[in-house]
């Protein structure tokens, strides 16, 4: 058996390393349009960091897992083609700023039915709105065979993907169950994940409930972050705790303790992008107040950036203008590289419009990605990168901490304090930092809905 994956991205690369891991029979090919990010996963530098991603990369590459831009040739020899491209919002047009843009969609479905001399299984490993499938077949069976498409969502996090594909809670599969051909489509996917996968824990619906629950999962967490940082912002105001409130809410094993973390506001590349697909969605089959419903986890959001952004100027004597702040992080979440709809992104523009003067750093965000985030050029004085934490601190007026990176827990304040300005505050996005203790050394502290130290 051969199988083909089209986009060589943060789900496809560590999805077939995977596969191609637990399937030594199996030839999996990686396929992408992008050949500077195939030769980066062809090199010893990958393009996507994942603990625990390089390692097994290197057990299988040139075995039975190649990265390749011959689209084409790779699609017509395999007999299951992942589509695992990119669905991003839809910046123009009709359903623009919510829509999910289809074009990488179809345009691999045409690449797929270009590139075929017989019948496949498809499988669309991206998130797709509902009825995708219908589209993504039709275009397939323009070339006058017969396919299976196949729906099964990735429920992977960034920064713990190799675990989660390893040993994931659930494997969905999305399928024509209606009729014997199409539960044949479901059985060869679902064979080929039950080689590491308990049979119990892969389910199998049909084709809308599929894509459904994709968008659904993410709906779900991301309400959960939002619902906690709504409380985070009463928390300040009533001397509460967050985290106690998050602790005593979450052992009711109802709701359980999961996504209950409040932070500076949630990002990456799904949540956004998935809610607004759903709100887009609810709108289209016209019901408003479902897609309000919906509409307002984003706001709040929003809104948690904003007023994070806001305190800080607050505090610092409402002026910011010319002031060194360290920022750690920049990643929007800890253990990756992707900086895709970080909250650091926002929350740097808002210090930046109050002219400060930022020095950045993040173990793994390469400076340039930060300067096109922040729509910055090279060279430009407002920002620094610094190879160190201690670097970025040193004779900062505050560190802002928006990553919830490990070594920021280990850093040796005592030591940084002194080469600050004073006073020098801390604002722990995270709230991952000892506040008592940062006080003690003479930090003025803030965190997320805390009783703040300042
Ligand atoms: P990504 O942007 O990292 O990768 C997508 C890749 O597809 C890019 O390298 C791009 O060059 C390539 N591509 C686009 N059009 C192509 C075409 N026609 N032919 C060949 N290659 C093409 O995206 P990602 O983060 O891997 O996400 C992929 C999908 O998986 C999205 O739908 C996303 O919502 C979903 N998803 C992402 C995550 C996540 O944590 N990143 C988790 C679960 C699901
Ligand atoms: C998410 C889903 O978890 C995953 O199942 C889906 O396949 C893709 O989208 P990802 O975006 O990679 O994964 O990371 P996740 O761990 O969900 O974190 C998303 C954001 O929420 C991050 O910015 C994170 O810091 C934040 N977060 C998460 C919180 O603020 N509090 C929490 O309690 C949990």
Not at 85 to 107: C, I, M, Q, W
């Amino acid at each position: 058996m051969r199988i083909c994956c089209i986009g060589a991205g943060y789900v496809g690369g560590p999805t077939m390393t995977v596969i191609a891991r637990k399937c030594p029979d199996i030839r999996v090919d990686v396929v992408d349009v992008n050949r500077e990010r195939i030769a980066a996963w062809n090199s010893d530098s990958l393009p996507v960091f994942e603990p625990g991603l390089d390692e097994l990369v290197k057990e299988v590459r040139g075995k039975n897992l190649f990265f390749t831009a011959d689209v084409e040739y790779s699609v017509e020899k395999a007999d299951i083609v992942f589509i695992s491209v990119n669905t991003p919002t839809k910046t123009y047009g009709y359903g623009a700023g919510s829509a999910s843009d289809l074009s990488f969609v179809e345009s691999c479905a045409r690449s797929i039915a270009r590139a075929s001399k017989d019948g496949k299984i498809v499988v669309e490993k991206s998130t797709m709105p509902v009825r995708t499938a219908e589209v993504i077949k039709t275009i397939l069976e323009s070339s006058g065979y017969k396919f299976h498409v196949l729906s099964n969502p990735e429920f992977l996090a960034e920064g713990t993907a190799v675990r989660d594909l390893e040993n994931p809670d659930r494997v969905l599969i999305g399928g024509d169950d209606a009729t014997e051909e199409g539960r044949a489509a479901i059985e060869t996917l679902a064979s080929i994940y039950a080689r590491w996968v308990p049979r119990e824990k892969i389910i199998k619906t049909n084709l809308w409930s599929s894509e459904l629950s994709k968008l659904t999962a993410n709906a779900f967490l991301a309400q959960r972050i939002s619902s906690i940082n709504a409380i985070s912002a009463l928390c300040e105001a009533t001397g509460a705790d967050v985290d106690q409130v998050a602790a005593a809410v979450g052992s009711d094993s109802r709701i359980g303790s999961k996504f209950l973390k409040s932070s500076v506001g949630y990002g990456g590349s799904c949540f956004q992008k998935d809610l607004l697909n759903l709100i887009y969605l609810c709108e289209h089959f016209n019901l408003p107040k479902v897609a309000d419903y919906w509409r307002a986890v984003v706001d709040m959001n929003a809104f948690q950036k904003r007023r994070f952004s806001a305190d800080i100027v607050e505090r610092m004597f409402k002026n910011i203008s010319g002031k060194r702040i360290a920022i750690f992080g920049f990643a929007f979440k800890e253990n990756t590289n992707d900086t895709r709809e970080s909250p650091a992104i926002d929350i740097c523009r808002d210090l930046l419009s109050e002219c400060a003067r930022l020095a950045f750093y993040d173990p793994k965000v390469s400076d340039g990605q930060i300067l096109s985030d922040l729509g910055l050029s090279e060279g430009d004085g407002r920002v620094e990168f610094c190879k160190s934490p201690y670097e970025a601190a040193e004779n900062s007026h505050a560190i802002v901490l928006l990553t919830h990176w490990d070594e920021f827990r280990k850093l040796d304040y005592e030591k940084i304090r002194k080469t600050m300005q004073t006073p020098a505050w801390i604002f722990d996005g995270r709230n991952c930092l000892d506040h008592r203790l940062l006080a003690e050394i003479g930090f003025l502290v803030r965190g997320i809905g805390k009783g703040n130290l300042a």
